[in-house]
């Protein structure tokens, strides 16, 4: 048991002498903060944002593209984050 206490306290020394050998890739004071970061928004909204781009080899003036575009639209209501859902 008293082995690997020595290894382990040894096995930490050596990991702490590599960790400060190396120096900092970025002094503290090098990068200066953001500015004008937009505000945080809930996932909720940034995920209701997002709209579907109706792109694809269909037209949309032909019967089975517009059916076609009524299930991406059905589909994309389903997988909308509702509140309390989770």
């Given at each position: 048991m008293?082995?690997?206490v020595i290894?382990?306290?040894?096995?930490?020394a050596?990991?702490?002498f590599l960790l400060r050998r190396q120096p900092p890739r970025v002094p503290a004071g090098a990068v200066?903060?953001?500015r004008g970061v937009e505000p945080l928004q809930?996932?909720?909204a940034w995920q209701q944002s997002i709209?579907?781009?109706p792109v694809g080899h269909y037209h949309?003036?032909?019967e089975a593209g517009r059916r076609l575009l009524e299930k991406l639209r059905r589909e994309e209501?389903?997988?909308w984050p509702q509140e309390g859902r989770n």
């Open positions: 008293s082995v690997f290894l382990l306290l040894a096995g930490l050596v990991c702490g200066p903060a953001p809930p996932v909720d709209r579907l781009a949309a003036d032909s209501q389903r997988q």
